[in-house]
DNA sequence: CGAAGATCGTTTGAATTCGAACAAGAGCCT
DNA sequence: AGGCTCTTGTTCGAATTCAAACGATCTTCG
């Protein structure tokens, strides 16, 4: 009694012991390490891991400055998260705000004197943890291998939406 | 004017380009990932991802029960959190709470049958999801060095706190 | 047995997230 | 120019997270 609609609305390709160990691990290993980085980057200097990751992407940046529609699409989070997280590490001389030239609408996050270094403070300290629990548990072909599967991942996503 | 100790504190292992490369495609594609589940989740059935994963933990255990506690290192998340999370599965039928015969103190996390039957509706959706974007797009080799990869991580962020 | 300390799940309060709605400005097309 | 539509960043409200504090129970060890 199938025909070829019930077949695609039916068939499920569910995950086979491979598959499914990966997904999972990865689920594990991504919330897990989301939790200790955090854990790591507050005690040392009172920064959540989003606020450190706006410090990243600015201090990568050229004049220490970006539009907060490309930032939010950089960090990965929502145009309004990014409002409030601006917001308060401008309260704490990180970050300050500046109008952009070129738009009258826009406005530019850019990277204080004390926020480049609070993040020079504070990154060897963070990719301690990075390597402890991912780079150097890696062998090289390893992380070359993992690196290559999430750029592919990463591009997918970003094209989709 | 070093010595051991100023060593110790100062040489930063930065991260070379090839170790910048995965770890920030990793930190991306987790958090892409993270949104497009959500997303399509909510769509297809009014459910958070830490909701899908407490149901296909739930599923995945003995008479579909599991103690609190076990099921939030399970999925990674609070105490606080799992005990907010499955008051909500508890309002709409989804799970249910019951008292542990072997331990006062101890509450079971209960999968229903309504329970059951949410996770067999949704989970080809969300399947196709981590298909389309992760699984679906890596050779088996690729797949295979990244469940290694997370599963040495995941192994290793479990043991440490 | 009984006291001290660990563990269990919940409650509380603060912080943060998101999406939707909004006003202001840019861009396009004729 | 002028009207449409898209984009920008912020604000708002609701939902969710975490850690810390708590009362209740278990466990251990003297």
Redesign the pocket.
């Known amino acids: 009694m199938n025909n070829i609609y019930t077949e695609a609305v039916t068939d499920t390709r569910w995950l086979d012991a491979t598959e499914m160990a990966a997904w999972s691990a990865f689920l594990s290993t991504a919330h897990l390490l989301e ?1 200790r980085i ?2 790591q980057l507050k005690a040392a200097a009172g920064l ?1 891991h ?1 606020q450190y990751e706006i410090l990243v992407r600015l201090s990568g940046a050229p004049g220490g400055r970006m ?3 490309e930032l939010a699409r950089g960090c990965v ?12 590490l401008e309260k704490v001389g990180l970050v300050e ?1 500046a109008s ?1 030239p070129s ?5 530019l996050a850019v990277l204080t004197e004390a926020g480049r270094h609070c993040l020079e403070k504070v990154a060897p300290g963070h990719l301690e943890v990075v390597r402890a629990y991912l780079i150097d548990r890696l062998s090289p072909e390893e992380l070359r291998t993992v690196g290559a599967a999430m750029r592919k991942t990463e591009q997918a996503l970003r094209a989709a939406p």
Request: charged share 35%; aromatic share 4%; proline share 4%.
């Open positions: 939790r955090e854990e959540t989003p539009r907060m529609t989070v929502s145009k309004s998260a990014l409002t409030y997280q601006i917001t308060q705000r952009c738009d009258e609408r826009g406005v």
